[in-house]
């Protein structure tokens, strides 16, 4: 490949003449912007140990009191960007929040599409768009973009959660902000129970729903024994994963992030593809050690790793005799809407 020119070929003051007019020379950059073959990527493959996160996250329950924080998060940073970027990585965000017994995050709603996964504790709910959104472990909890949300919490133990936002790319867009709201009144009705039977869908008065989004709680035990049936169905299929969707279109259950759930069968080893997307990990329960771009992470029950895209993943599932379960979020929908979605296999 031909070597361009660099910015130091050229007299300093036609670089000058041209910088005061707001110009730039491309071929100087020419390469950094358009690499060969793989994009230059920051995202960093990086591990947070939930144990390590945990009591840092309790001590900001101490030090800062819920009226100061609004929501109470420790960020999950990939190095690689930054840490004052505060990005896992190009599209994803991801924050551990803490909600104390008898704490109120307050009614808001805002442009990026959130989502929580239920990592500990009993007894607190998201109030989304006026359903009331019981949090368990392992659940998982659509904010879409535009839908008012607030967090409360009757229980008697902390409870936490993981929050996967859209949120460095649509700040990226210069389209991110929120607006402050009213406490919500609680509509009866769990849409959760709706959409509980596969293939079948609520139609009164031969009315199907209109909501963008019909669906905002996926309870874990539903996701677990779908896996657990796919698993029994096909005692030789190796790729157990399920989609979290919207079950009245059937496309992804939000517009930027694509949610998954993973089950690794006793002592397997999985090969996910070299895919274009950055993806995240979970360990809703078990323990798994996942490998991905010459880096290697033994994962805990609630540890979370984010590796970057065009790269191959290997998880391992380390327990012998029972089977892990993952969560998974990656960069897909927003991949394919704009049409550079690969798939290197
Ligand atoms: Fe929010």
Redesign the pocket.
């Given at each position: 490949m031909n070597d361009l020119g660099r910015l130091e070929d050229l007299p300093p003051d036609y670089v000058q003449a041209l910088r005061d007019v707001n110009l730039v020379p491309l071929w100087p950059s020419l390469r950094g912007v358009l690499p060969p073959n793989i994009p230059t990527r920051q995202t960093r493959a990086t591990h947070w140990p939930y144990q390590t996160l945990r009591p840092l996250l309790l001590k900001a329950g101490e030090l800062t009191p819920i009226e100061k924080a609004e929501?109470r998060v420790l960020v999950l940073a990939n190095p690689g960007h930054g840490l004052e970027k505060m990005q896992a990585s190009a599209a994803m965000y991801l924050g551990m929040q803490l909600l104390m017994p008898g704490e109120w995050?307050p009614s808001?709603?805002?442009t990026?599409n959130?989502v929580r996964m239920i990592v500990e504790g009993e007894g607190a709910y998201t109030t989304v768009d006026g359903e009331k959104c019981p949090m368990r472990r392992g659940d998982l909890i659509l904010?879409p973009t535009g839908l008012w949300?607030e967090h409360g919490h009757d229980g008697t133990d902390p409870v936490i959660w993981l929050?996967v936002?859209d949120l460095p790319l649509v700040h990226y867009m210069e389209a991110s902000y929120?607006v402050n709201g009213e406490r919500q009144t609680i509509l009866p009705g769990q849409g959760s129970t709706r959409y509980v039977r596969s293939g079948l869908l609520p139609s009164p008065v031969f009315q199907r729903s209109a909501k963008a989004y019909p669906m905002l709680r996926y309870p874990w035990q539903d996701a677990r024994a779908a896996l657990e049936a796919m698993a029994r169905d096909d005692a030789g299929l190796a790729h157990l994963q399920v989609s979290y969707i919207n079950p009245e279109t059937g496309g992804d259950a939000e517009n930027i992030l694509g949610f998954y759930a993973l089950m690794l069968r006793p002592g397997q080893t999985l090969r996910l593809p070299a895919r274009s997307p950055a993806q995240v990990f979970h360990v809703i329960e078990g323990q798994v050690a996942a490998t991905s771009a010459g880096s290697s992470f033994h994962m805990a029950e609630a540890d979370t790793c984010c590796t970057p895209g065009y790269e191959a993943v290997t998880l391992t599932n380390l327990w012998a005799s029972q089977p892990s379960f993952l969560f998974m979020a990656d960069e897909s929908p927003l991949h394919r809407k704009l049409g550079v979605y690969e798939d290197r296999g």
């Open positions: 929501r995050a808001h709603r805002h990026p959130a904010t949300h929050d936002l929120h």
